[in-house]
């Protein structure tokens, strides 16, 4: 099993970012996906998390209403549709996925992660 994450890079405040993750191995359409992020010296920071069994997603209050998860279960790949972004967004984000299903936000929940792509929102 094999999640690889794309889509970083540097981009300025206001601007919009899409991330993807791309799973190899296992069936993405069984599975309930999750995005983190984290900064340096600090712990991953739950962004979003969607199960399966009805498509619910979830969002941390940093992230609603800028951002979404939409999932392509042909394609095997998940993303992170972030909008209006701002420079407290700057981190390394990783998507994970997790076998139960679950749309949940402790990463202790979650069987695989991606390698993690970075966000720098700057001027």
């Known amino acids: 099993v094999q999640l690889q994450a794309s889509g970083g890079g540097l981009v300025q405040p206001g601007e919009s970012l899409t991330l993807s993750c791309v799973g190899s191995?296992?069936?993405?359409?069984?599975?309930?996906i999750g995005w983190f992020r984290q900064v340096p010296g600090k712990e991953r920071e739950w962004v979003s998390c969607?199960?399966?069994?009805?498509?619910?997603?979830y969002y941390a209050d940093s992230a609603k209403g800028r951002f979404t998860i939409p999932r392509d279960n042909a394609k095997n790949t998940m993303y992170l549709q972030m909008n209006s972004l701002k420079p407290e967004d700057t981190a390394n984000y990783y998507c994970a996925v997790n076998s139960l299903g679950l749309g949940v936000w402790d990463p202790r929940e979650f069987d695989y992660w991606g390698q993690g792509t970075q966000v720098t929102v700057s001027s």
């Open positions: 191995g296992f069936t993405l359409e069984r599975y309930g």
């Open positions: 969607m199960g399966t069994r009805d498509g619910t997603t």
